[in-house]
Every structure is written in structure tokens, then in C-alpha cells.
């Protein structure tokens, strides 16, 4: 039966006038009756911003298997709050978890078992949360003022340790190890590589380090490479790092080749990421975030609610979500055309906020549904 025999009142082929009654439209999109044509999509580079009081001085941001955004909370000490575990739906609803064992928790990344696992920088340890919110605590040698973490292609975690410099590697089962080598100092953001090796950025010389599964250590450097903060992997195979020294934006070939990208947009870098587009994402301590392109073109997105961004991670929704360490808040930031609602139930339940910032509230998003796109939205 289609939309329109159903508000006819389900007599399918019935050449009548219709009344259009609201009871009755509600009941057949309910039913999915209803197939929305998409209209313009909201503008790349708008910015949400969500707040609660439990998010205190937010750092690194990753993206969880349950489809929603994992944080680390940091709070100073004159905050009066625990260090603790946040947990952002892309609705926008804020989780908090705390334990004793959580330390000024830094890092943060999707383990392969499913669950969420983090650096500890004060009392020097490895903790793991699962999406429930169960929290574990992992200690070991060489532990030391961990920082960046990340999965590594072996099954098991691999974090940097910035007061002792050296990279260390926790099992999904907590055996730890550690590992030392030449160039290693301030080692702090660290990303698995095409190559089937980890890379990080040394804050401490101004280089870039590599390191194998079987812990053979690599050291790279460049002129233009300052205070590296955060390195990710990108669509083009390369290895893309944040200077905050410089304020540009480095790139370094699996053979250890490097490039630099500058524009005056770039200032104070810290966090990167691929995005869904193609392209990479990162943090500007200004009050920015900034992409580009692997061909070096910088696009700068600023807004209000921007307030000293410091980690950046792609979300599920098309999506980039990045914590705002001075206004103690966690932003989003459009990447790609979202895809519409089709039905009412998509608006419901502060379904409406999931759409890049499309739509008002959940009347404006009933409506475009309600109308086939014709009520646009806001």
C-alpha cells in the first residue's frame, strides 16, 4: 500500500478527495509510507558545540564501536573534579565515568576487543573502559608519562611515554612492554602506518619516529619540523603530523621523505585526523579547525563556540568531533552532505540533532519529513 492509499484510508486505487487529518499522516509515516526526496544538504563546516558539567578541560577524542565518541577529561587540580571517562552520542547526550585508577588521562583509542583504551600521564599506567563503562587499570615497565596511544596492526596497543622517552605496548591481556631507540624524546602522538609499522611525533627533537611491531626503532628529520603534536595515517598512504612549533602541517612518506604545508590559517596545530572526505582535519589552538587536502590546499573553519580545540577524530555520522580544552566542551564540525530523514521516527528522541545541524528542533524535522522535503529545513 502506498503513502497515499494509506491516509485514504487504505483503500488502495480510490479516486477521492483526501482531508489530510494530522493523526492520519503521523500514523503513515510511522509506518514508512513515505519516501523523502533529498533537498540541499547542510553546508560543510558547520559547527555544533555540546556542553555538560561533568566535561572539564577535555583532550584526546576517538571514536567508539558503539557509534558514539569516547574523551578523556583532564581537569586541573583547582577544578575540584575527578579525572574521568566522557562518552558523547552523536545526538549530543554526555556520559561521564570515573575511577580511582583514571589519572589525568591523556590519550585515547578503540582497542580491538571492543573496548576503549587510554593513557594514564599522572600515575603512569594503561587503562581500558569497556562501552559499559567498566574500567581497568594496567601498570608495568617503562610506563612513564604516557601520552598518544593507539591500536597497532599485531592486536595489541601501542603508547608513547614522554617523560622517559620510549614507545610502550600493552596486550588486549595487560602484558606490557617497553621499547627504547635512537631519536626517541617527548615521543607524544602516535598512529598506526600503512606500512605495518607505528609512527610518532617527537615533541621533544623535532622528528618523526618509526617502530616496527618487533620494536626496530627509525628516526626522521626535517628543517621544518617543530614540536610535532598529533600524526595520523592518510588516504594517500603518507603519514600526516601536526607542528605546533611552526605552526604547519607535515607530511612524511612511508620511506621517510618529508613535505611541509604552511598558511597563515595554521596556528598552534595539535590533533589530526583523516576525514571521510579525502582529506585531513586538524585543531588549531587559535580557536579553528583546519583541513587540507593531500595536495596541500588549507581550508580554515572558524566559529564562536571554538574555544582552544586539542584532539580531532572522524565520527560515524560524516562527521569530524574535536574537544575545546578552554570552554570545556566537545564540537562537531560537518565534513560530508548528511544523509535526511525518511521517516518521523529518524527526528524522535533528539534523532533531529543527528543531521549536521539541519534542522531547528524536532518540529522542523517532523515537517520536512511530513511535507516530502517541501517545508526545507529551518
Known sequence: MSFIDCIAGGVPGRNRRLVLRGPVIVACLLAGLIVVAAPAAAP????SNYTDPSISNPLAIAAGPD?????????????GQSSSIGRITTNGAVSNYTDPSVSFPDGITAGPDGALWFTNFRNGSIGRITTSGTVSNYTGPGISGPVGIAAGPDGALWFTNFINGSIGRITTSGTVSNYTGPGISGPYGIAAGPDGALWFANDGNGSIGRITTSGTVSN????????????AAGPDGALWFANAGNGSIGRITTSGTVSNYTDPTITVPSGITAGPDGALWFANGNGSIGRITTSGSVNDYTDPTIA??????????????????LSNSIGRIQALAPTLPTTIGQCQNGGWKSFGGVFKN?????????????????
Open 220 to 231: 626522521y628529520t626535517d628543517p621544518s619540523i617543530a614540536s610535532p603534536i598529533g600524526i
Open 362 to 378: 524536532e518540529g522542523d524535522c517532523v515537517s520536512f519529513v511530513a511535507t516530502n522535503g517541501k517545508n526545507g529545513p529551518g
Open 67 to 79: 557509534g558514539a565518541l569516547w574523551f578523556t577529561n583532564a581537569p586541573h587540580s583547582s577544578t
Open 308 to 325: 582552544g580545540p586539542y584532539g580531532i577524530t572522524a565520527g560515524p555520522d560524516g562527521a569530524l568531533w574535536f574537544t575545546n580544552v
Open 44 to 47: 560543510i563546516g558547520t559547527v
